[in-house]
């Protein structure tokens, strides 16, 4: 039996019925991911570079997606101007969140291609996990969107977790002493403590990729 029989319709479905309905018809006991888009910075795109711009951007990362849809079997749909949305019937969530970053890695080369050099606009994912992190079609989308804040809170151009998810890992693989050196640093440098750790994270990537 699927969760909708006991559960409000997810709010998405005021945007897009029909992705609305096919998640309601995929949402079972065994759960899966959801993964909420949303372009960074084509207002500016909009106002700098005009429109007719903006719409190849959004025209851009509408084909990637429609691309991983029917490639990966999953429903998809467009919930707002430049939101769009991904269930994954299944996925776990670690897998979800690795998928995610490819996807925002295509999404980025894609709406490049579209942008003047003097322009720039990338992708930020939330994801999202039933029945981790909900029980509900409603509780998946309010989950994803948390997801989604949090992933702009950060700067944008990344994915992210429900903030409950990123706090514990924090918490487990960093020591007091380190956070409190990292909060000191993205004070002093006014940036957020997640965009210095994706910093220095990739240039450990490209040292060992140096050596290699």
Not at 5 to 15: C, E, G, N, Q
Not at 38 to 55: F, S
Not at 113 to 126: E, F, M
Request: charged share 30%; with cysteine; net charge positive.
């Amino acid at each position: 039996m699927t969760a909708t029989t006991a559960t409000k319709t997810p709010d998405f479905a005021r945007f897009d019925p029909a992705f609305g309905a096919a998640i309601a018809k995929a949402f079972t006991a065994d759960g899966g991911s959801l993964l909420l888009v949303d372009l960074d910075g084509l207002h500016d795109v909009n106002e700098g570079a005009g429109r007719e711009v903006g719409d190849k951007v959004i025209k851009a990362a509408a084909g990637v997606l429609k691309r991983w849809a029917t490639l990966e079997r999953w429903p998809s749909g467009r919930i707002g101007g430049d939101e769009f949305a991904l269930y994954a019937p299944g996925l776990a969530l670690e897998a979800a969140f690795l998928k995610a970053d490819r996807l925002r890695q295509e999404i980025d080369a894609a709406v490049a291609k579209q942008l003047p050099r003097t322009h720039r606009c990338t992708a930020s994912i939330g994801v999202a996990n039933a029945p981790r992190d909900a029980k509900s079609p409603s509780d998946l989308h309010r989950k994803a969107e948390l997801a989604l804040h949090s992933a702009k809170e950060q700067g944008g151009h990344t994915v992210a977790l429900t903030p409950g998810d990123e706090m514990v890992l924090k918490s487990s693989y960093y020591t007091t002493a380190q956070l409190g050196r990292l909060k000191s640093l993205a004070e002093r440098q006014k940036k957020k403590e997640a965009v210095l750790l994706r910093e220095a994270l990739d240039e450990l990537l490209r040292r060992y990729d140096r050596a290699s």
